[in-house]
């Protein structure tokens, strides 16, 4: 599959995937289908917030690669963040199980295969699952990432912008569904239709969209995903006890029928990272590397201007010391503009049983570095656990294109016990954290007590009877200031502390100022 003699094919790669610095160990090169252990094939650590793609036809191993990079990430003191879509990935944390054909595998490239668990946090989205709930606030997700869940049109999405706006500056907190619809409702009503006059106004024809289409989120489950506590992304970026980066495993199986729901859930904590992060120039290895499964449900019917939001959003994070792996089944699912950003490339092998396959292995082929390697060819023909792989050398130039037998996890290649799971989670300081749901005073509870009718007026109270005054004394004074009187009972509330308080808090909420991202995503204090 390629016209380059196999001894010129080794040099090139021996030496295009020697590096100085720490590395990732993907596997060893295949010449006419023979594993070369002498020729490794290497990522630079430092090179992996230049980003990357995963990607391959269904059963290729795209996911045991997630598993060998995230295990020697781990090991080399870096978090990791995967999403776990089909509910295989939980078996990071607990020892691989080995057989001959894994010993067999493992000794043909070099490959010193020892059964390894790694530290793992499981969150589950929602709290739909065993692991500890991740929410959002409406407020922090903000009007760019709710329209494309909603699927709104250009007009809509304008318009959900204009209700973000009015509820930040009136300080009405978003904090979950049942909010954002109240201030809704609240902006065409009678009371409210006024407020953005200066500013546009709102339709009742486009509000009322808004509302159907909230509702049948809600009605799909979706109301459990927003709320407090809500999800510190500083969480994602901790170390164990002993080093090793901390794998945390989002669990996506029990929403996996919502795609576009999830997708967007995971590019609101990129956004989030984005935002909040300094900057960090370039590091001799990554902060978080950040796995983004099924991207192409990311991709799919996105309006020109959130794919620009994504682009500029995957092209800035790097200076802050994430890297973002995409992966999905091709590489057309990924917008040029993004894959353009990514340095490292592994692909899988493609099907190509229709002419729509066909013009897919065509791009994919052109988007690789030059080779000697017939590549519509070979990526057709690759083999479960083999790939064509090219990165970024230190220096920053395009590696090689190798074709490669992957390393096989150390971990289990399958899910976790139930049991062992469970223990974890017990165990997690994140449990008390985010396990119990809150839900405090926001705009709902704001706007029905505005909009409540006033209470009735207490009946008259008949004065009392005349009392004879007493015989009058004249008050000693040492100065010439007159008496003070007593304090009324309004007085008295005013000046105590707990209404000091509610004016402080009050303050807080209606005098801030949330800052939003490109991708529209609201700022907050870190840790």
Not at 201 to 227: H, M
Request: charged share 20%; aromatic share 6%.
């Amino acid at each position: 599959m390629t016209d380059t003699p196999s001894t010129d094919v080794t040099a090139a790669v021996r030496e295009g995937y020697a590096f100085t610095g720490p590395v990732l160990e993907l596997g060893a090169l295949l010449v006419d289908g023979t594993p070369v252990p002498e020729a490794q094939i290497r990522v630079p650590l430092a090179m992996l917030n230049r980003h990357g793609l995963v990607a391959g036809a269904t059963g290729t191993g795209k996911t045991k690669t997630l598993q060998v990079m995230a295990e020697q990430l781990s090991a080399q003191g870096v978090p990791v963040f995967l999403a776990d879509v089909k509910g295989d990935l939980s078996g990071v944390s607990q020892p691989g199980r080995p057989d001959d054909r894994l010993s067999a595998r493992a000794t043909s490239i070099g490959q010193d295969w020892q059964a390894t668990g790694y530290p793992v946090e499981y969150l589950a989205l929602g709290g739909l699952g065993s692991g500890i709930p991740v929410r959002a606030t409406v407020t922090s997700f903000g009007p760019v990432l709710l329209s494309k869940v909603l699927d709104l049109n250009e007009t809509q999405s304008s318009s959900l912008s204009l209700i973000f706006h009015f509820a930040d500056q009136a300080g009405l907190a978003l904090l979950d569904l049942k909010d954002l619809r109240a201030v809704i409702q609240y902006l065409v009503s009678e009371e409210g239709r006024g407020d953005l006059d200066g500013l546009g106004g709102l339709s009742k024809a486009t509000a009322g969209v808004i509302l159907r289409e909230l509702v049948a989120f809600a009605d799909a489950g979706a109301e459990v995903f927003f709320g407090e506590p809500e999800f510190d992304t500083d969480d994602l970026m901790r170390t164990a006890p002993d080093g090793r980066g901390v794998v945390t495993c989002l669990e996506l199986a029990g929403v996996q029928d919502r795609p576009a729901l999830f997708s967007t859930f995971l590019l609101w904590l990129l956004a989030d990272l984005f935002h909040d992060l300094p900057e960090a120039g370039d590091l001799p290895k990554p902060k978080l590397v950040f796995f983004f499964d099924e991207a192409h449900l990311l991709f799919r019917d996105a309006s020109k201007a959130f794919l620009e939001q994504i682009t500029q959003t995957v092209r800035l994070i790097r200076s802050k010391g994430i890297g973002v792996f995409f992966v999905t089944q091709s590489p057309k699912d990924v917008d040029a503009d993004v894959l353009a950003q990514l340095g490292s490339r592994v692909q899988h092998a493609l099907r190509a049983f229709t002419p729509d396959d066909a013009k897919a292995l065509r791009q994919a082929v052109s988007t690789f570095p030059m080779s000697g390697y017939d590549l519509e060819e070979l990526l057709t023909a690759l083999g479960i656990g083999e790939a064509v792989v090219t990165v970024l050398s230190e220096r920053g130039a395009p590696t090689p294109v190798a074709w490669t037998r992957m390393r096989a996890p150390q971990s289990l290649m399958a899910p976790a016990p139930a049991e062992a799971v469970a223990a974890a989670v017990a165990a997690s300081p994140l449990r008390g954290e985010y396990a119990q749901a809150l839900d405090r005073d926001s705009a709902y509870e704001r706007l029905q007590a505005r909009l409540a009718p006033p209470p009735a007026a207490p009946p008259p109270v008949p004065a009392p009877a005349p009392v004879p005054a007493p015989a009058r004394r004249e008050p000693a004074r040492t100065s010439g200031r007159p008496e003070k009187s007593q304090p009324s009972v309004v007085e008295e509330v005013v000046r105590s502390s707990a209404f000091k308080s509610f004016l402080r808090s009050a303050g807080t909420v209606l005098g801030r100022e949330i800052t939003r991202s490109v991708l529209g995503t609201a700022s907050r204090r870190r840790r």
